[in-house]
């Protein structure tokens, strides 16, 4: 295969595996191909996104892979959640870079020319609570502000005491469904994602009641 081949291939896509190569490219073996993929990586006309799984670097990209967009494609079935669609909802202040996601599969870790990619692992009763929507221009998997906060708070040992919460700086917290907070929280079988989830509420009926003082 030459590079025009794999341009025309694979150039409109936001990364392709090894397995499409192999099975445009007939007669050649997987080692050849992983050879020639190596070269062109050498050469700076590929990035090496993880073990089989490419994307064209500039100016060869057709199309501008979105890193919230390659999470799902990584690896999958996985959905963004915890600190980074906390941040994308606005729930919390900080601006978080680094690209968590929940996974039913064992926890990964990826680092490329396109950030940090962590995959946290929860059991498959627990995946669920997540759309598709757009993210510039591009569709992404990302949990329901919800589903991320118990996700979050699933993920990351202790206990979510009051003090905790408050540490946390939540804010905008009317993007949450309190009704759907507390059925999904009854689904998890976790006492101490319940108290975690009452707290967060008795957090946010004190930070109502403060918002309509005179």
Known sequence: MVFEEL???????PCFDLPLVAQAAMGESKPALRVQLS????QGKLLHLRRGVYAFAPPYA???ASPPELSGLLYSPSYLSGVWALGYYGLIPE??????????????????AFGVFSYRHIKRA??????QTGFAGRKITVAEPEKALLDHWHLTPGEWTPERIEAMR???AEVVDTRRLAGYAGRFDSPRLLRATRRWLEWRAREDEGDILP
């Open 170 to 172: 939540y804010q905008n």
């Open 95 to 112: 601006r978080v870079v680094e690209l968590t996601a929940v996974t039913t599969r064992v926890p990964r870790l990826f680092q490329n």
């Open 62 to 64: 057709r199309a501008s």
């Open 7 to 13: 341009l025309s291939l694979a150039g409109n896509l």
């Open 39 to 42: 070269r062109w990586m050498a």
């Open 126 to 131: 627990m995946f669920f609570g997540y759309r």
